[in-house]
T-cell receptor, first 109, second 113 residues
């Protein structure tokens, strides 16, 4: 079966750096997405990786290793507004999205 | 403001009742989706439509139906609601660009008693 694994919850301190990991086993691979979802709100797109390596976008970076079935989302200079759930999703060979359950990130002052 | 509009935002209904969740987008995206989100589980695809006039079943289609008469609208119908359909429902759309990322509506919180 297809599976996406990410930690259920993480805690970090304001101003620090946090890395959220995602491992996947899917039928084929056509890209990996990270979405941010604040409590009670809709998910919003953060990043997309289809080739190995690091994609940087401001304070957020996303890394992909296709051979290891692994990705991480790196958040720098954490702010209180970064408290949210972060969803990892993989597009399989049929271009269907497989979603992880999400990682709830708690930022403490 | 361009985007996806869902209605209602919240609804409580009795088991056995029929319910339609509405979804309208003004971005002219071809593909549209309905997901449900439950605590501790990832987003699960109910039904999707790659283009107007076509629909397909997702991971959890039982008890739900959809139609796609035009590009903009993609309603989700629960023919006879059951308590296990209590969830938050998200409508989403995507374009045919390189990433094809999803744009989500604000969600409809449904409680079936």
């Amino acid at each position: 079966g297809q599976n996406i694994d990410q930690p259920t919850e993480m805690t970090a301190t304001e101003g620090a750096i946090v890395q959220i990991n995602c491992t996947y086993q899917t039928s084929g691979f056509n890209g990996l997405f990270w979405y941010q979802q604040h409590a009670g709100e809709a998910p919003t797109f953060l990043s997309y990786n289809v080739l190995d390596g690091l994609e940087e976008k401001g304070r957020f970076s996303s890394f992909l290793s296709r051979s290891k079935g692994y990705s991480y989302l790196l958040l720098k200079e954490l702010q209180m507004k970064d408290s949210a759930s972060y969803l990892c999703a993989v597009r399989d060979r049929d271009y269907q999205l497989i979603w992880g359950a999400g990682t709830k990130l708690i930022i403490k002052p | 403001i361009a985007g996806i509009t869902q209605a209602p935002t919240s609804q409580i209904l009795a088991a056995g009742r029929r319910m339609t969740l509405r979804c309208t987008q003004d971005m002219r995206h071809n593909a549209m989706y309905w997901y449900r989100q439950d605590l501790g589980l990832g987003l699960r695809l109910i039904h999707y439509s790659n283009t107007a006039g076509t629909t397909g079943k997702g991971e959890v289609p039982d008890g739900y139906s959809v139609s796609r008469a035009n590009t903009d609208d993609f309603p989700l119908t629960l023919a006879s609601a059951v308590p296990s359909q209590t969830s938050v429902y998200f409508c989403a759309s995507s374009d045919s660009g390189i990433t094809g990322e999803l744009f989500f509506g604000e969600g409809s919180r449904l409680t079936v008693l």
